[in-house]
Antibody, heavy 120, light 108 residues
Framework: QVQLVESGGGVVQPGRSLRLSCAAS????????MHWVRQAPGKGLEWVAV????????NYADSVKGRFTISRDNSKNTLYLQMNSLRVEDTAAYYC?????????????WGQGALVAVSS | EIVMTQSPATLSVSPGERATLSCRAS??????LAWYQQKPGQAPRLLIY???TRATGIPAMFSGSGSGTEFTLTISSLQSEDFAVYYC???????????FGPGTKVDV
């Protein structure tokens, strides 16, 4: 069965960096677009970033553009989110999600989330 | 930039009743509209995509309709496990942008 397992979350000071990973299994990772979605405590869902199946295209929400970088290693079935210049407002649960196609489609499968807390 | 809005913010329904949730886009999104359900402490679950197509394993009690700027999610005969927050989402192939609505909480 499809599994997505996030790791790398934690507490970090404002301005510092953190890298999240998402280990995928149960499907052909290199065939699907992948996403990061976040949810601040008690708030709604916010899409963060997408990367196409082969890494040829990526895009970001305006709120993270220039600070976050999404990447993937298809040989390791792993998705990454490099988060730099973190702000207090980046505090959230970060979910990785698999699109339902190779490019831009709704999110059929989700991980359980990694918590990121930005605080001094 | 397309803005998604949902109404009402909270919908109080009795078990066995029907729930009708609305989602509006600030400009036409065609049928590129999905609905998700999220229960407390859980990841979201895809219910509907392409405005009206049920995702794999989703029961027929969930139905979606609409196109352009106005969309509806209908949940017939609510059960206890259906009380949750429901989000609509616009998805765009190019540029790849995905926008969630603020959500509708369905409670007892």
């Amino acid at each position: 069965q499809v599994q997505l397992v996030e790791s790398g979350g934690g507490v970090v000071q404002p301005g510092r960096s953190l890298r999240l990973s998402c280990a995928a299994s149960g499907f052909s990772f290199s065939d699907y677009g992948m996403h990061w979605v976040r949810q601040a405590p008690g708030k709604g869902l916010e899409w963060v970033a997408v990367i196409w199946y082969d890494g040829s295209n990526e895009n970001y929400a305006d709120s993270v553009k220039g600070r976050f970088t999404i990447s993937r290693d298809n040989s390791k079935n792993t998705l990454y989110l490099q988060m730099n210049s973190l702000r207090v407002e980046d505090t959230a649960a970060y979910y990785c999600a698999r699109g339902d196609c190779s490019t831009s489609c709704p999110f059929q499968y989700w991980g359980q989330g990694a918590l990121v807390a930005v605080s001094s | 930039e397309i803005v998604m809005t949902q109404s009402p913010a909270t919908l109080s329904v009795s078990p066995g009743e029907r729930a009708t949730l609305s989602c509006r886009a600030s400009q036409s999104v065609g049928s590129n509209l999905a609905w998700y359900q999220q229960k407390p402490g859980q990841a979201p679950r895809l219910l509907i995509y392409a405005a009206s197509t049920r995702a794999t394993g989703i029961p027929a009690m969930f139905s979606g309709s609409g196109s352009g700027t106005e969309f509806t999610l209908t949940i017939s005969s609510l059960q206890s496990e259906d009380f949750a927050v429901y989000y609509c989402q616009h998805y765009n192939n190019w540029p790849p942008i995905f926008t969630f609505g603020p959500g509708t909480k369905v409670d007892v």
